[in-house]
């Protein structure tokens, strides 16, 4: 497998994981505690690196997301008490801990990979260089299956697809109506926990290709701009896989051409387009309003304040 073909998959299914817990994500307006999940993991990758010495280690990635997690029960520990209100409880949690993180990685662990540009942008060229090899008889060279990160976030989109396969149900019940999934016996909370778990997880194994800013953008961009299209539950998560996958290939291949991070790319493809989206939405609603004046009234909109309704 060439390296360019193994990057490109490797950042359509990075895209992919991430986009499909960000559905619900979206629905539940938890955008901003991804955000402060992706600085929180930090600390917890350089706690894991010191006790494993392997930046690939798995132990690594479930330490990294328990400190995500930390975030999650902090916010909901401090919201509870009623003496915080907003967002203010993911301002004092996850900062601390990110910063935590980088005086750990500039005191102790400077002779690593984990520099700050790391931190913040990731790099997926990077992420895909250590290649999946077997031995294969009678054939030399040996077996190229591509980069070991695909399998890693392989692995993590197929977690992704089962959780939200088996918790479907349940998911939509306390997004869209969180009282009568009480009344079901449904525990809320400890699968919003689980759930955010699994965000923490994903936001942890796309630290290296995406960093702690950038995996906010696969995470919450696709379905954004799938919840413009759609208000349909199956569609929107079907939209949405197609737009992290179409944006990926996308994002990919324009920072190949200008030569420019790849991640950034694919955030700066997946803005522009839910911008155009965004757009044409806005558009099409005005015209069915003014259709809908038009049929009301029986006249054409003879004013600027009428032509502007919508």
């Known amino acids: 497998m060439s390296f360019l073909l193994g990057a490109t998959l490797v950042a359509v299914t990075m895209a992919m994981a991430c986009a499909l817990p960000g559905v619900f994500v979206v629905l539940r307006k938890n955008s901003m505690l991804v955000d402060g999940i992706g600085h929180a993991v930090l600390p917890g990758i350089v706690i894991g690196y010191a006790i494993t010495q392997d930046l690939g280690s798995p132990w ?10 930390v975030v999650v029960l902090g916010n909901e520990y401090l919201t509870r008490t009623g003496l915080l209100a907003g ?13 935590i993180g980088v005086i750990m990685v500039t005191a102790d662990f400077a002779n690593i990979h984990l520099d700050t ?5 990731g790099d997926l060229n990077l992420a895909s260089f250590q290649q999946l090899t077997i031995e294969a008889p009678g054939r030399s060279p040996n077996l190229d299956l591509g980069p070991v990160y695909l399998y890693v976030m392989l692995a993590v989109l197929l977690v992704n697809v089962a959780f939200l396969a088996a918790f479907y149900r349940q998911l939509k019940l306390t997004t869209f109506d969180p009282q009568f999934a009480r009344t079901l016996g449904i525990r809320s909370g400890a699968l919003n926990t689980g759930f955010m778990f699994l965000v923490s997880i994903t936001v942890t194994a796309a630290f290296n290709g995406a960093g702690a800013i950038l995996v906010i953008a696969l995470i919450v961009a696709p379905p954004a ?3 413009l299209l759609t208000d349909r539950l199956p569609v929107m998560i079907g939209l ?6 179409a944006g990926a290939v996308g994002g990919f291949w ?17 803005g522009v387009v839910f911008l155009l989206v965004l757009a044409a939405t806005r558009a099409a609603r005005a015209r069915r309003r003014r259709s809908s004046l038009q ?7 003879t004013t600027p304040e009428q032509a502007l309704i919508g």
């Open 117 to 121: 540009h790391a931190v913040l942008v």
């Open 87 to 99: 967002d203010s409880p993911q301002g004092l949690v996850f900062p601390a801990l990110f910063s």
């Open 60 to 69: 690594l990635i479930l330490g990294a997301a328990l400190a995500g997690l």
């Open 240 to 245: 949405t896989v197609g737009i992290a996958g």
């Open 254 to 270: 324009a920072a190949y051409a200008a030569n420019a991070a790849t991640s950034a790319g694919m955030s700066v493809f997946y």
């Open 225 to 227: 701009t799938a919840y």
């Open 295 to 301: 049929r009301t009234t029986g006249t054409r909109p």
